[in-house]
Nanobody, 116 residues
Framework: QVQLVESGGGLVQPGGSLRLSCAAS????????MSWYRQAPGKERELVAF????????KYGDSVKGRSTISRDNAKNTVTLQMNTLKPEDTAVYYC?????????WGQGTQVTVVS
C-alpha cells in the first residue's frame, strides 16, 4: 500500500522556519521524483519544489526560491523541505508528491500557518 505521510507543519510567526518531512512507503522510492506542492484557500495547487530520483537536480517555485531547500534520503525513504523566512503568504496546506512517468502519488497534506 502506497503511503506518503507528511509531518512538520504548524503555526509559525513571520520570519520563522519550518522543516516539513514526508515518509514514503509502498513503492520504489529511489525511482521517483519527489515534490512538494501547496494549496492556499481559494487558490490552485502550486509547485513548491522538486528533487529528482538521485537528488541531482532540484527546482523551486518562484515564491519560495532562495528561502527553501528540498532534500531526500533514499536510504530512509524520506523527503524534506526546509523553509526559512516564512511569510503570511506561505500559509497553505503542503502536499508531498511522488512521480514516475504518469504515475503520481499524493500525501494527505500538512497545514502551515504563518501569522503574527
Amino acid at each position: 500500500q502506497v503511503q506518503l505521510v507528511e509531518s512538520g507543519g504548524g503555526l509559525v510567526q513571520p520570519g520563522g522556519s519550518l522543516r516539513l518531512s514526508c515518509a514514503a512507503s509502498g513503492f520504489t522510492f529511489i525511482s521517483y521524483t519527489m515534490s512538494w506542492y501547496r494549496q492556499a484557500p481559494g487558490k490552485e495547487r502550486e509547485l513548491v519544489a522538486f528533487i529528482t530520483s538521485t537528488g541531482g537536480t532540484t527546482k523551486y517555485g518562484d515564491s519560495v526560491k532562495g528561502r527553501s531547500t528540498i532534500s531526500r534520503d533514499n536510504a530512509k525513504n524520506t523527503v524534506t523541505l526546509q523553509m526559512n523566512t516564512l511569510k503570511p503568504e506561505d500559509t497553505a496546506v503542503y502536499y508531498c508528491n511522488a512521480q514516475w512517468g504518469l504515475i503520481r502519488f499524493w500525501g494527505q497534506g500538512t497545514q502551515v500557518t504563518v501569522v503574527s
